[in-house]
Structures are given as C-alpha cells and as structure tokens.
C-alpha cells in the first residue's frame, strides 16, 4: 500500500459506497463460478492499514487448508493478524533507528513481511492474540499509528547521543499496550503450543513461496525489489512478461492453489457493487452513469441482450506507463481465490477481501482479467502452482 493514498486501504470501504459508480451499471452482469477454492471467513481490517497482513494471512490460511487436507470448516485456521503486526511494527522500527530515520515509517507493507513474521517469529490463533486492547471490537489504528510514529521519530534525533538500552522496549511497551503482548506459549485447543510450533503444525514454509510481478524496467526472468515504499525490506520478486503472469494467476487457481493479490483499487471501475473493471471511457455516450451503459431509466434491462462493458486493452507498454507515471500504484492487498465468467464470456477473479461483509457479493468482488492485467502490481503463490515452463526461465 502506497503511504501517500493510505486512505485506500484504511477507509476504503467508505469511498467505495460513496463514491458515484464511474460508468458500468454492475447489477447487470451475473456470474458463474468456474473454479472456487476453500478460504476462511470474511475479516474486516476497518479503520487500519493493515490489508497486507489480512490478505496474506488469508492466504496461508487457505494454504494450510490445502496441505493439511482440512475438510471440516470448523477446523479451518484463523490466525492473528496483530501479532503479525506487532512484529512487523518492532521490526521496522529498528530498521528505521539503524537508518537514521531515512525510511518510510508507516501502517503499509506488503506480503512478503508476513512471510518473514511466519519465520522469525511463527504464528498465532486469532482467539490467542484479538489484538485490540483499546476499547473496540474492530481495529481502529489512527492513535496507535500516531504514537509509534512520533516514538521512532524523537528516538531517530538519539538526544542522548547515544542510543539507550530502552529503546526497544519503549516501543514494545506501545504495541503491547494497544495490540496486547504477543504470547511465547499458549495452550489452544488442549494442546501447548509456542507459536513456532503452532506454525509448523500447519506444515507451512516460507520458502515455498515465490511473488512475481512484470515490469519492463527490469529484465524479465530477474529478481528485483519493486519500487514502493512500503517494501520496506526490499524483497525481491521474479520479473516476468504480463501473459506468463496471468498464466501462473489461472495456472495456480485451476490447479488448486489461491494467490496474495497485491495492486491499485483507485479506478473507479473498482466499484461498490462487488465488481472491479478497467472501463474504458471513451466508450461511454451522452446521457446520465446509468443510461451510458444500459439505457434509460424507464426502459427494462435486459441482463441477456445488454452489452458487456468496454474495457480497456492492457499492453505490457501502458502497464508500465502507468506504473511509471503513478496511475497504478500498490494500494491495497486482497486474497484470489478462484475464478468465474459473466454471461458475456468474459474471465474474472474471484477476490476475497477484508472490508468485511461488504457490497453486494458480502465481502467477495469479480475482478476482470483486463483490471488485474492493469493493475496487478504483484502476486505471491505457492512455487508449485507455477508452471513448469516459466519455473525453467526463472531457475527454480
């Protein structure tokens, strides 16, 4: 998530129900499921910059569902989202000191952070570590952000001139407060776990998992640490053209694997409905949102006989112009879980966010494939659900 449009994924929910649908009128087109996946259930990060983490906790989540075999939803893993973040927080605020400051310092990261937490730290139940101690049901992180940020920075100036050895603690004394302390042992159903332990017995392994992402400022078939300010430690992702990236998006959802989706949800043919389109303006005609695409209010619409939205084609050169240009920047992460058609023909995603039970799909959006050929940033998938061919071309 870009931290000059934070309020995309702190309040997206807000702009998206009050913000004028660009031009599709979206109740018209009915899906069909293709290919759907187990995921667990609809989480509402609310008022926090924290989508990273849900979305790739919701991923390993669906991996554990996966690789265990777990066929009983009761048994499906929730894990906590605020001890990821707490980690993630001390760890960047150590970072940032050793940096002397000259790093981002804010609620954004992405994906790849949480594969480092899962490592270094392992992982816990949600009902462990709820994560807010502050007096409401959902996250609300304005204050929390606020106070951690005005620490690193005081601490930054070193007014001591040397770095105490309390430091740490301080901070740690934040994040304790407002997210609660991140357990070293835990007892969960019967049973005694650490959360390196509680990790492993979800057989999960950060190294089985790769991101990949396309862009032509970098040779393709490479490994580069995309430019954004909230890759923060500077992972690497595999570089590889626009076809075999959405190659490994169905590859991997045909057979059985779901993907972190990493990108830009400031068009507005990501709309309140569900549905998330890269509309092509210059298809719209006079007349009112509504009229452009479905006619006028008093004559039926035909969801059969009706058009299918105009979408703009997406080269490997116009992705790169807008990423180069900022009109496609890394907003928001959510969770590719399957994929469906409209009665046009036309392939979508299906995406689970964590906005709650939002929207008309309560929580779940289509996604086209021109909107994630545009506005993918990055994706994160199990290295099994790459094809074999583009696994060759980038030495795994």
Not at 341 to 360: A, C, H, P, T, V
Request: aromatic content about 12%; some cysteine; charged content about 25%.
């Amino acid at each position: 998530m870009n931290l000059n449009r934070t309020i995309l994924c702190v309040s997206a929910i807000a702009l998206a129900f009050s913000a004028p649908v660009f031009a599709q009128d979206t109740d018209i087109l009915e899906f069909k499921v293709i290919k759907e996946l187990p995921v667990t259930s609809i989480k509402d990060q609310h008022r926090s910059g924290t989508c990273w983490c849900f979305s790739a906790l919701s991923f390993l989540e669906s991996e554990a569902i996966r690789i265990n075999n777990i066929k009983d939803e009761s048994l499906y893993p929730d894990f906590s989202e605020m001890f990821v973040v707490s980690h993630s927080y001390q760890d960047r605020a150590d970072k940032f000191i050793r940096l002397d400051g000259n790093l981002t310092f804010s609620s954004g990261s992405e994906c790849d952070d949480v594969l480092h937490i899962m490592t270094d730290y392992g992982l816990v139940p949600q009902s462990v570590m709820p994560g807010t101690n502050y007096g409401t049901e959902l996250p609300v992180h304005g204050e929390l952000d606020a106070a951690a940020a005005a620490y690193v920075h005081a601490i930054v100036k070193n007014p001591n001139r040397t770095l105490s050895t309390a430091w740490k603690r301080g901070f740690k004394g934040i994040m304790d407060a407002y997210l609660g302390e991140c357990p070293e042992e835990f007892e969960y159903n019967g049973k005694t776990y650490t959360p390196a332990s509680y990790r492993d017995s979800y057989k999960l392994k950060a190294s089985d998992y790769v991101t990949l992402t396309s862009f032509t400022h970098h040779p393709f078939y490479t490994k580069f640490a995309i430019e954004m300010c909230d890759n923060w430690r500077s992972d690497e992702a595999y570089n590889v053209t626009l076809d075999e990236l959405m190659e490994v998006l169905y590859y991997a959802l045909d057979h059985g694997y779901t993907a972190a989706w990493g990108g830009d949800v400031s068009e507005k043919g990501f709309t309140r409905n569900g549905t998330a389109l890269l509309l092509d303006s210059d298809a719209a005609t006079s007349g009112s949102d509504k009229e452009r695409w479905v006619g006028k209010a008093d004559e039926k619409v035909d969801s059969v006989k009706a058009k299918a939205p105009k979408e703009i084609k997406v080269t490997q050169e116009s992705r790169q112009a807008d990423f180069d240009s900022k009109a496609t920047t890394d907003d928001h992460g959510m969770h590719a879980y399957g994929i469906a058609e409209d009665q046009f023909g036309n392939r979508y995603l299906m995406i689970k966010n964590s906005w709650g039970k939002s929207g008309k799909y309560e929580g779940l959006w289509y996604m086209s494939d021109a909107f994630a050929r545009g506005k993918t940033i990055d994706i994160m998938v199990h290295k099994d659900a790459v094809p074999k061919n583009i696994r060759k071309k980038l030495g795994f």
